[in-house]
């Protein structure tokens, strides 16, 4: 009896290690990497748009490359250092990088909706405080081509990961003809788990110069 507790304990010790190491990968192992993606993908950035306004001549989210960043997205109500490049793509090879623009939806200032998801926890955590957001904060996104103004018009909602609305060129309209540019911010919800999504919508209220930059 003697033997067989102690070797239970040895294995529960392992176990308890194991799971550990397993939550601190996930923590901050993937933290780590999205990090050093992050600051790569900027670098690329910066090279795209000092070789030509290439964004400019995109007609189609179609025309975005796969894993290719494009955007800098910036929320400054989520703190000065926010900011992330957007990739195009969201499954998980994408969003272990950082945000990514949903495929089929809208490019940055054109009419439409422009949707990005990001994790809520783990990759950085990148959308983690996307709930706490309110109607009338500021989303900067930054591309080649200038830098796009959105004013957020909703309260962060919970709804079903099957609800496919809030793709729609109108979020949660489908059917409706769009006629303004939109964005659609989405991340998990509740932390940890998939069978919900945290949304929340908003319009384009200014387009600026890129030479100008964005203020804090």
Not at 148 to 156: A, F, G, I, V
Not at 182 to 188: D, S, Y
Request: proline letters at 9%; hydrophobic letters at 45%; charged letters at 10%.
């Amino acid at each position: 009896m003697r033997l067989y507790l102690r070797i239970s304990g040895e294995i529960l010790v392992t176990l308890g290690v194991l799971v550990l190491g397993f939550l601190a990968y996930m923590y901050w192992g993937t933290a780590m990497r999205e990090a050093g993606a992050q600051q790569a993908l900027t670098r690329e950035l910066g090279r795209q748009w000092s070789a030509g306004p290439s964004l400019t001549a995109l007609t189609s989210p179609g025309d975005l490359a796969l894993g290719k960043p494009f955007a800098l997205i910036r929320i400054p109500s989520l703190g000065p250092s926010w900011q992330f490049a957007v990739v195009q793509g969201t499954g998980l090879p994408e969003l272990a990088l950082g945000p990514g623009h949903v495929p089929g939806t809208g490019l940055p200032g054109r009419v439409g909706n422009f949707v990005v998801a990001g994790h809520r926890v783990t990759a950085g955590s990148p959308f983690w405080s996307l709930p706490s957001l309110r109607p009338g904060s500021v989303v900067y996104v930054e591309t080649i081509a200038g830098i796009y103004e959105y004013q957020l018009t909703t309260t962060p909602a919970l709804v079903s990961a099957d609800d496919d609305a809030m793709l729609a060129p109108v979020p949660f309209h489908p059917g409706a003809v769009a006629r303004r540019p939109m964005i659609t911010l989405i991340t998990c919800g509740p932390p940890w788990t998939g069978t919900s999504r945290v949304v929340v919508t908003g319009v384009l209220i200014h387009t600026l110069p890129r030479e100008q930059g964005i203020e804090g």
